[in-house]
């Protein structure tokens, strides 16, 4: 089987290489990211306060020579503040719409469990369907689209949990940790150096980024691998511990990310090993465990580890 044509693998390693200088010793959550933007789906970044999530996104974001908008989300934002409102023009004599910060290649949204439900709703067509209807009005958003959200895990107070039909419209959910002693050392002499903002450079424009997500599509999945990623889907909705399984979008994000992983890694196949790797971000956030499990269990992780060493791997 071939591999993946070298200009292709250079300008991934060097998008890779451009969210690198922002982001240090963090080169396995980079790669995920990428894997995410690839194959064309959104990303949620959950940790901590203070680690870098909203600095992977900026940097992430801008790597791409893509329109970029960064929403704040707070309790009093409202879905107009989010898709844009229709303004009546007296020299047109007629309403005007003016387009919210949605309508960008790559849409950066802080802290998206602060804002009200009904704020967050705004962003279901947008995410799924790539479009925004308005006031019986649809209009489509640019090519490429990505959400990048970010939220606090441990902050309760004035936070609005993300629904499950939320969740599931995310590709994946990351963490991006503490960084090791070595990374913290290098971040804190940028401070001394006046030099602590370290902007990415653009490497790519949004018609080579079109062009490798198309490309990544363009990598096979043998039947005997894509069987054995349905028969770990299946577990998920037949666990005893489990009361929501993961959905068919769930199984087609899945699909796409080992595609793109594959990718990344050179390959032109997916291996049994990428659904393994994958599965945890794709999967984890999906899955909703039964109360008493959530009680004894450390949560959907180790519940979603059992299953995957228990579903028989294909030669």
């Known amino acids: 089987m071939k591999a993946v044509d070298t200009p292709a693998k250079e300008k991934i390693s060097a998008l890779s290489d451009a969210v690198g200088k922002t982001i240090k010793g963090k080169k396995e959550t980079i790669g995920l990211a990428i894997v995410a933007l690839l194959a064309e789906g959104h990303l949620l970044i959950e940790d901590v306060p203070g680690v870098g999530k909203t600095t992977l996104g900026h940097a992430l974001a801008r790597s791409l020579a893509c329109k970029f908008h960064r929403i704040q989300f707070t309790s009093d934002l ?3 503040d989010v898709l844009g409102v229709s303004i009546y023009s007296p020299k047109l004599n007629e309403f005007e719409f003016k387009p919210g910060p949605i309508f960008a290649n790559i849409v950066l949204a802080d802290e998206i469990n602060r804002t009200t439900p009904k704020t967050q709703s705004a962003l279901l067509e947008a995410m799924n369907e790539k479009q925004v209807t308005i006031e019986n009005m649809t209009y489509l958003l640019p090519r490429p689209f990505m959400v990048l959200a970010t939220q606090n895990p441990i902050e309760h107070h004035g936070t ?3 629904p499950e039909s939320q969740l599931d419209r995310f ?3 990351i963490e991006v940790g503490y960084p090791d002693p070595a990374a913290e050392k290098e971040i804190l002499k940028r401070f001394s150096n006046g030099n602590h903002h370290c902007p990415a450079d653009a490497v790519l424009d949004p018609t080579e980024l079109v062009f490798l997500q198309e490309q990544s599509r363009k990598v096979d999945i043998d039947d005997s691998i894509v069987d054995y990623m349905i028969r770990i889907v299946n577990r998920t909705r037949d666990h005893p511990e489990i009361e929501l399984g993961v959905s068919p979008r769930g ?10 992983f594959a990718m990344i890694d050179g390959r032109s196949y997916v291996l049994p090993d990428d659904v393994k790797r994958l599965a945890h971000p794709v999967f ?3 899955l909703v465990l039964v109360r008493s499990a959530a009680r004894v269990r450390s949560g959907a992780k180790s519940v979603l580890a059992e299953i995957i060493n228990q579903v028989p791997v294909p030669a």
Not at 251 to 257: I, Q, S, V
């Open 78 to 80: 409202l879905p107009s």
């Open 160 to 162: 609005y949990p993300l």
């Open 171 to 173: 590709l994946m959910r």
């Open 251 to 260: 199984t087609e994000a899945l699909f796409r990310a080992t595609q793109a």
């Open 284 to 286: 984890e956030h999906r």
